[in-house]
């Protein structure tokens, strides 16, 4: 009989799609996406083989910044529909197998909030410290010389109470300030409401922002600050994020959701490895998984990507569980980075590396950037720095459904363009197409839901040169995989060692592939990617 692990927690088994309301459905016909949109495509997810989604914020909003200016921490704003529809989301994702996890969005709020309208009424307010205010220097600049992600100083001046705010985002984004034990409270309270209402865990973010530096001190140059880069990247942000206090924020965030069974905090983190490996905590009782945006963030070159695994992997605290992310709302696309072949190599790479995957919405079928003109442009950061094209706005477009109109996202014109490819590019056209993106997409994500090596197995390196990466996923549950991946786009050979590994291929970037033997000399084309299920007993040395 087989050994059987127990108490697997769900999320670190299955899959999470990330899900931007705004453009996955149009189910009212306003042009833009709906709770009701979403739930209509839950049949869809369950048959991609999704475990989980990760729904960017739905929360009352100015719209400032697309919901990350929340006004109502416990509300659903009405261009996403009614708290009912979100109970309604809920219950059907879980009938279909489906977690649902809520974006969260502790750092600032909208100016609209009512908690900021009350603090910024007075010095007196009850409020005040509710938020970051300071006084200017002598001169009456600002307190220091912090600046905004999205461009420009960090600090706004309020003629009204002859003070500055702290604002790391837009100026109608004011930070809260998490030194104040309310504030926390009152935070903790808003999560315990979607815990209560049955969500199954929340992506926190920019989890690092959380604490700034209690004596406000300036920070330092940036020595490799290049025109290109946003104005942001100046400075180098070490006294206005990630400060030692904010892990003791992250354990009580844990608390609260470790109050509740079987539910999950994922940290949007931007950190080296090991800062980013603090937000662990350091008995593991701080975020369940800090994301990791290494494979978002480096150049595809095969021995890098190779060594970024394993020093990863090296420096995963004790239980520590791993985590990849190839795409977010942030970035641009994968098959925009990297190429349509190699982002097929890089779906294998995805779904058979050890930790939880996370799919962005719309990658599964090959999406693009979509060039947005200038005068259609939406998202802040693109709009405050013009002449860096900067913009988000390329990655968030409308997912591609069909060949009907608007991609058929939508009956009415949609808030952003759609891409002019979508007749040909969308789901209905690779749904039944077994050579297509979105099938190897299924194929990949239900082998890694069935087989216990690819989703709790361990991981091993064999090979890496400039052209390929190679690495094995075993579990004493279940069958043993090598995976070969040739992140070139010039053919290469992987030469076996003895004792030669016997095993046939089971999903390739080239479907023809598949159902082959393995010999001594592995051939792979260019931009091709292997699974090879081993023979039982194949050695585990190399």
């Given at each position: 009989?087989?050994?059987?692990?127990?108490?697997?927690?769900?999320?670190?088994?299955?899959?999470?799609?990330?899900?931007?309301?705004?453009?996955?459905?149009?189910?009212?016909?306003?042009?833009?996406?709906?709770?009701?949109?979403?739930?209509?495509?839950?049949?869809?997810?369950?048959?991609?083989?999704?475990?989980?989604?990760?729904?960017?914020?739905?929360?009352?909003?100015?719209?400032?910044?697309?919901?990350?200016?929340?006004s109502d921490y416990t509300g659903i704003d009405p261009m996403f529909g009614t708290l009912a529809d979100f109970d309604r989301l809920v219950e059907e994702a879980h009938a279909k197998?489906?977690?649902?996890?809520?974006?969260?969005?502790?750092?600032?709020?909208?100016?609209?909030?009512p908690w900021f309208i009350e603090s910024k009424h007075s010095k007196a307010s009850p409020k005040r410290d509710w938020y970051i205010w300071h006084d200017g220097k002598p001169d009456?600049?600002?307190?220091?010389?912090?600046?905004?992600?999205?461009?420009?100083?960090?600090?706004?001046?309020?003629?009204?109470?002859?003070?500055?705010?702290?604002?790391?985002?837009?100026?109608?984004?004011?930070?809260?300030?998490?030194?104040?034990?309310?504030?926390?409270?009152?935070?903790?309270?808003?999560?315990?409401?979607?815990?209560?209402?049955?969500?199954?865990?929340?992506?926190?973010?920019?989890?690092?922002?959380?604490?700034?530096?209690?004596?406000?001190?300036?920070?330092?140059?940036?020595?490799?600050?290049?025109?290109?880069?946003?104005?942001?990247?100046?400075?180098?942000?070490?006294?206005?994020?990630?400060?030692?206090?904010?892990?003791?924020?992250?354990?009580?965030?844990?608390?609260?959701?470790?109050?509740?069974?079987?539910?999950?905090?994922?940290?949007?983190?931007?950190?080296?490895?090991?800062?980013?490996?603090?937000?662990?905590?350091?008995?593991?009782?701080?975020?369940?998984?800090?994301?990791?945006?290494?494979?978002?963030?480096?150049?595809?070159?095969?021995?890098?990507?190779?060594?970024?695994?394993?020093?990863?992997?090296?420096?995963?605290?004790?239980d520590g569980w791993p985590n990849w992310v190839l795409g977010n709302h942030d970035r641009p696309r994968l098959t925009s980075r990297i190429g349509e072949h190699q982002a097929r190599?890089?779906?294998?790479?995805?779904?058979?590396?050890?930790?939880?995957?996370?799919?962005?919405?719309?990658?599964?079928?090959?999406?693009?950037?979509?060039?947005?003109?200038?005068?259609?442009?939406?998202?802040?950061?693109?709009?405050?720095?013009?002449?860096?094209?900067?913009?988000?706005?390329?990655?968030?477009?409308?997912?591609?459904?069909?060949?009907?109109?608007?991609?058929?996202?939508?009956?009415?014109?949609?808030?952003?363009?759609?891409?002019?490819?979508?007749?040909?590019?969308?789901?209905?056209?690779?749904?039944?197409?077994?050579?297509?993106?979105?099938?190897?997409?299924?194929?990949?994500?239900?082998?890694?839901?069935?087989?216990?090596?690819?989703?709790?197995?361990?991981?091993?390196?064999?090979?890496?040169?400039?052209?390929?990466?190679?690495?094995?996923?075993?579990?004493?549950?279940?069958?043993?995989?090598?995976?070969?991946?040739?992140?070139?786009?010039?053919?290469?050979?992987?030469?076996?060692?003895?004792?030669?590994?016997?095993?046939?291929?089971?999903?390739?970037?080239?479907?023809?592939?598949?159902?082959?033997?393995?010999?001594?000399?592995?051939?792979?084309?260019?931009?091709?990617?292997?699974?090879?299920?081993?023979?039982?007993?194949?050695?585990?040395?190399?």
């Open positions: 009989m087989m050994p059987i692990i127990e108490d697997v927690p769900w999320w670190k088994t299955g899959v999470i799609y990330q899900i931007y309301p705004r453009s996955f459905y149009d189910a009212n016909g306003d042009g833009i996406g709906d709770l009701q949109g979403i739930i209509r495509k839950l049949d869809y997810l369950q048959w991609l083989g999704i475990q989980a989604i990760w729904i960017s914020p739905i929360y009352p909003s100015p719209m400032a910044d697309f919901g990350y200016d929340v197998g489906i977690k649902v996890l809520l974006d969260f969005v502790p750092n600032h709020t909208s100016d609209h909030h009456g600049s600002a307190p220091n010389n912090w600046k905004s992600v999205f461009g420009g100083d960090a600090w706004e001046w309020d003629a009204q109470t002859q003070q500055y705010y702290y604002h790391g985002f837009l100026k109608e984004q004011p930070d809260l300030n998490w030194r104040n034990p309310a504030v926390k409270e009152a935070m903790y309270d808003a999560m315990r409401f979607w815990l209560d209402k049955g969500i199954d865990g929340f992506r926190v973010d920019v989890m690092w922002h959380l604490i700034k530096d209690d004596q406000l001190r300036d920070n330092p140059p940036n020595p490799d600050y290049t025109d290109s880069q946003p104005t942001y990247n100046q400075l180098l942000p070490v006294y206005s994020t990630d400060q030692p206090e904010v892990h003791a924020i992250v354990a009580e965030m844990r608390k609260v959701v470790d109050a509740y069974q079987a539910r999950v905090i994922i940290g949007e983190i931007y950190l080296p490895i090991q800062q980013l490996m603090a937000y662990y905590g350091p008995q593991n009782d701080g975020a369940h998984m800090p994301f990791n945006f290494l494979l978002l963030n480096l150049p595809w070159h095969a021995s890098e990507i190779s060594a970024a695994i394993d020093q990863y992997e090296g420096a995963l605290p004790a190599v890089a779906a294998i790479l995805l779904l058979t590396l050890r930790g939880t995957p996370t799919l962005y919405y719309g990658d599964e079928i090959g999406m693009h950037d979509v060039p947005i003109p200038v005068e259609e442009i939406q998202d802040p950061q693109g709009i405050n720095m013009p002449d860096k094209d900067l913009s988000r706005d390329p990655c968030r477009t409308p997912m591609q459904w069909s060949d009907q109109p608007h991609a058929g996202f939508s009956e009415a014109t949609p808030w952003l363009r759609v891409d002019k490819k979508y007749a040909r590019l969308n789901v209905e056209a690779q749904r039944n197409n077994p050579f297509s993106m979105l099938s190897l997409y299924r194929k990949l994500i239900h082998l890694r839901n069935r087989e216990p090596a690819l989703n709790q197995g361990t991981y091993t390196p064999v090979s890496s040169n400039d052209q390929l990466i190679a690495y094995r996923r075993d579990s004493p549950l279940g069958d043993s995989f090598l995976i070969i991946l040739n992140l070139t786009s010039r053919p290469c050979r992987y030469r076996q060692t003895e004792p030669f590994l016997k095993g046939k291929i089971v999903i390739s970037t080239a479907p023809e592939l598949e159902n082959t033997p393995i010999a001594p000399n592995i051939y792979l084309g260019g931009d091709e990617g292997i699974v090879i299920r081993l023979e039982e007993g194949a050695d585990n040395t190399f």
